[in-house]
């Protein structure tokens, strides 16, 4: 009392004692006080302008302020109405214990810095700062220490709870803004908890705030709780990925790690509900009332590093990393496993540019066309207006159709106006080619090019016994997914030791064309065909192939699995002088020709020719043809046309 009492005004003071012989008296006082200035803790300033009452009631001191505060060392100064003070014996001299019933309020600032005077040194031994944040915090807890001299910091016991209110933050996550109306503030001797709901640069967010106290606890801390995840979000916290790639709303659950010294460490996850995903350079979208899985590690640096990211949702799978530039937006986003779909798996990045867009970059893996969704959703089409950055490539393996792909695939297309560009590879591995894509309703359309023909058809499975030639063909997306129809054109390629061509002209009787065959090959200077291309058959719709020795025209069906064939056509030997005839007959078709039929395998056709269709002109000789032959076990809508039904073109391109 001498030593810590340094100032106070006592009335209504009463006193008593009541004793018997030589023992020890019962004593009793009680008093009100007012103006007190009392030092309550050597490492604490004292409280000033103290109030309430004094007792005293044998060997039991009890103190409680009505009035007083406590100005700290930063922020202003903390109330201290309603503490109380308990010494529960008086009688025992050295190591008594004490209990301080603490109700504070008062600046958050002012309440830090108090926390922050030996022993206890709360905000130095965390390596954050006493202007922490601003608001009103209002405290009640409970302190027990020995009075004794030289109290070490693990004999203090206390434990306390309250609330923070208008609190506000730039500290405590850098570089973010954090703002609360109102957060619970608990600890005890070994830790310190803030938590509630509030707003991270305005993204709402929940969050609990926990710091480990005491001499051997960690310097790190840690914040938990849930985000909102949206497109605002996302611009808020600079994450870069190209506009229109989320929206919607949803959640997510994060932990934030807090090491002195080091950026911080976040990592989300969410389950994605509420949310709209799409990437439109590979048409791909998740709705917002399906779910899925987001985990993601970033190192809060300046910029921003998404050091892993992992999302999984229908129709995708994808593993990588970001990097954003110093100025907010995309750098790179590298994703070494990417699955999508049933059509797409490989490695892709996204590089971002200096408009906001992003180039993709395919890099390796695997593609079937088949199967890809390509639209006009992705620029597919003839209504992709969405401009989403150039797209490169490198693939493995573009798959076209159950027996036909492109290897070493490479290509740059643009999606401005549709999905565009060129590419190259080698038809099955074996023959290069080289292409355009350019928007078609309904998907895209391609041409393709190769300088040769007869290898095309040989990696194709198609014609084995071609030679040379330039090859063109288009390809447009049909009103069966999965098939194309197409159009061919082939200068000056050669046929040799075909078996099929050696049926036929057998069947017919030219042995001049035979020892051709069999020799330098037969020279045909013009093939054109009109084509469905489906992934396990060809239907050949008309064709023709003319050359100074022979014309020949043909419709009909092969498949590309087993190389069977069934075809109708007619041949016209001596085309260079029989084409007078052409006037009145098919393209490949002179004068005079051969009804025929091919059958079985290309390898070992079987051959029928009707020798009177050789009398009937061109105008007639549909009666000889026969029926056109159509895809085993196809329904009606599938077979093939009779091209004599069609309207003739007379610009010869059938």
């Known amino acids: 009392m001498r030593d810590n009492v340094l100032q106070a005004e006592a009335y209504e003071v009463n006193f008593a004692l009541r004793g018997k012989g030589r023992g020890r008296p019962f004593i009793a006082l009680d008093a009100n006080f007012s ?90 031994k965390a ?37 923070v209110r208008d609190v506000r933050s730039t500290v405590l ?105 799409r990437i439109a350079p590979i048409s791909w979208r998740k709705p917002p009332d399906t779910t899925g899985r987001l985990d993601m590690a970033a190192t809060l640096s300046t910029p921003l590093t998404v050091d892993s990211l992992a999302l999984s949702a229908p129709g995708l799978d994808a593993q990588g990393s970001v990097t954003l530039k110093d100025d907010g937006g995309l750098k790179q986003a590298s994703f070494t496993s990417v699955t999508v779909g049933g059509w797409m798996r490989g490695a892709v990045n996204f590089a971002g540019l200096n408009s906001g867009l992003a180039e993709v ?67 099955n591995g074996a023959t290069a080619v080289t292409g355009v894509v350019v928007p078609q309703e309904g998907g895209i359309a391609t041409r393709i090019r190769s300088e040769d023909a007869g290898g ?31 159009k061919i054109d082939i200068k000056n390629t050669r046929i040799k030791n075909a078996p099929s061509m050696a049926a036929l002209l057998n069947a017919i009787s030219v042995i001049g064309l035979l020892d051709e065959l069999s020799g330098g090959g037969i020279l045909f200077t ?15 719709h008309e064709s023709s192939a003319v050359g100074p020795s022979m014309g020949i025209s043909m419709d009909g069906v092969y498949d590309l699995g087993s190389g069977v064939l069934d075809m109708r056509g007619v041949i016209s030997p001596i085309y260079l002088i029989n084409a007078i005839g052409r006037v009145v007959a098919r393209k490949g078709e002179g004068l005079f020709g051969f009804a025929f039929r091919l059958r079985g395998t290309a390898d070992d056709p079987q051959v029928s020719v009707n020798p009177l269709s050789a009398l009937a002109p061109g105008m007639f000789r549909e009666i000889f043809r026969g029926k056109a032959p159509t895809v085993p076990g196809a329904p009606e809508e599938e077979k093939i046309p009779n091209p004599a039904h069609r309207p003739r073109n007379d610009g010869g391109d059938r």
């Open 456 to 486: 095309v058809f040989r990696a194709a499975g198609i014609l084995r016994h071609g030679r040379g030639g330039s090859f063109e063909m288009t390809l447009v997306p049909a009103d069966v997914a999965g098939e194309y129809d197409g």
């Open 173 to 277: 996550v850098p570089d973010q803004d954090v703002a609360a109306q109102s957060l619970a503030l608990r600890g005890d001797q070994g830790r310190v908890e803030l938590s509630g709901a509030g707003t991270l640069s305005g993204i709402p967010v929940t969050a609990t705030w926990r710091q480990a106290v005491g001499a051997t606890a960690s310097q790190a801390s840690q914040v938990t709780g849930e985000v909102e995840i949206s497109p605002m979000a996302l611009d808020t916290l600079n994450i870069g990925l190209p506009e229109g790639t989320v929206a919607g709303l949803g959640r997510g659950s994060y932990v934030l790690d807090l090491v002195p010294d080091t950026a911080p460490v976040l990592q989300l996850s969410s389950d994605l509900a509420g949310l709209e995903l």
């Open 361 to 427: 970059q395919v890099t390796s893996g695997t593609i079937d066309l088949q199967k890809a969704p390509f639209s006009s959703e992705s620029g597919g089409a003839s209504g992709g207006s969405e401009d989403t950055g150039p797209i490169t490539m490198r693939l493995d393996r573009l798959r076209v159709t159950e027996s036909i792909a492109l290897t070493g695939f490479q290509g740059k297309f643009s999606t401005r106006g549709g999905l565009n560009g060129q590419f190259s590879g080698a038809l």
């Open 526 to 540: 013009g093939v054109e065909a009109k084509f469905r291309l489906g992934s396990t058959h060809l239907v050949v």
């Open 127 to 163: 390596h954050l700062p006493v202007d922490l944040a601003s608001g009103q915090v209002r405290v009640v807890g409970t302190l027990a220490l020995p009075l004794k001299e030289k109290v070490t910091p693990d004999e203090i016991l206390y434990h306390y709870q309250g609330v």
């Open 35 to 124: 103006g007190a200035e009392v030092k309550f803790q050597k490492h604490l300033p004292p409280v000033r302008d103290g109030a309430g009452h004094f007792s005293l009631y044998n060997t039991r001191m009890v103190i409680v302020a009505t009035d007083g505060s406590v100005t700290a060392d930063q922020g202003g100064s903390v109330s201290v109405a309603g503490t109380s003070f308990i010494i529960p014996d008086t009688s025992v001299r050295d190591g008594t214990p004490g209990i301080a019933r603490v109700v504070a309020q008062g600046p958050v600032t002012a309440g830090l810095s108090l926390l922050n005077r030996p022993p206890l040194a709360i905000m130095d």
